[in-house]
């Protein structure tokens, strides 16, 4: 079955900062992985995804992740963070299979103050 | 325009009643999902329908009962209502069923059984 593990209930860091919100996984082959993000009160909005290729993935609003296959880890990253970055962070990967499910983390709460 | 769109946005009932959450997308999608997020901010997929098809049906009581009259609505009816049924509920689409179509969410239907 597949799993995904955010170690960190809440990350804290000030603007201008670089940000990482961890993530590992694991899966039966090769992942897809993905990013969300969700604001108070609404739904979860697609930040990036990793498929192949590139480790380095870059997404919305100047997000990027980075795939480590060895440490079966996809930790998003942002070299500066915003007061407005705030928000919960998902992890989420799926296998390659057809009709296989996204199974997501229990979510990084981001705060970034000024 | 908004991609995907719930209704109702707030649902407060009372226990043993039945209530139905309805769901749209206009992006062409031919996937949709229902999933739960619990207090804990936790996701689970619930159900998963392809082209009107239904492709996941994951461990749901069968109080809860999709229903999906064409590819660009997919409503989900529940009978019976307990109280640990509140949780707010989204509703996705994707293209395809391929593993690396990402999700678009509506922004969740908050349901309180009282």
């Known amino acids: 079955a597949q799993s995904v593990a955010q170690p960190e209930d809440q990350v804290n860091v000030a603007e201008g900062n670089p940000l990482t919100v961890k993530c590992t996984y694991s899966v039966s082959g090769n992942p897809y992985l993905f990013w969300y993000v969700q604001y108070p009160n609404r739904g979860l909005q697609f930040l990036l995804k990793y498929i192949t290729g590139d480790n380095l993935v870059k997404g919305s609003y100047g997000f990027e992740a980075e795939f480590n296959k060895s440490q079966t880890s996809f930790h998003l990253k942002k070299p500066s963070a915003l007061v407005s970055d705030s928000a919960l962070y998902f992890c989420a990967v799926r296998d390659h299979s057809g009709y296989s499910t996204l199974t997501f983390g229990k979510g990084t709460m981001l705060l970034v103050s000024p | 325009d908004t991609a995907v769109s719930q209704t109702p946005k707030y649902l407060v009932t009372q226990m043993g009643n039945d209530k139905s959450i309805k769901c749209e997308q206009n992006l062409g999608h031919d996937t949709m999902y229902w999933y739960k997020q619990d207090s804990k901010k936790f996701l689970k997929i619930m159900f998963s329908?392809?082209?009107?098809?239904?492709?996941i049906n994951e461990t749901v009581p069968n109080r809860f009962s999709p229903k999906s009259p064409d590819k660009a609505h997919l409503n989900l009816h529940i009978n019976s209502l307990e109280l640990g049924d509140s949780a707010v509920y989204f509703c996705?689409?994707?293209?395809?069923?391929?593993?690396?179509?990402?999700?678009?969410f509506g922004n969740g239907t908050r349901l309180t059984v009282t």
């Open positions: 996705a689409s994707s293209q395809g069923t391929g593993a690396n179509s990402p999700l678009h």
């Open positions: 329908y392809n082209n009107k098809e239904l492709i």
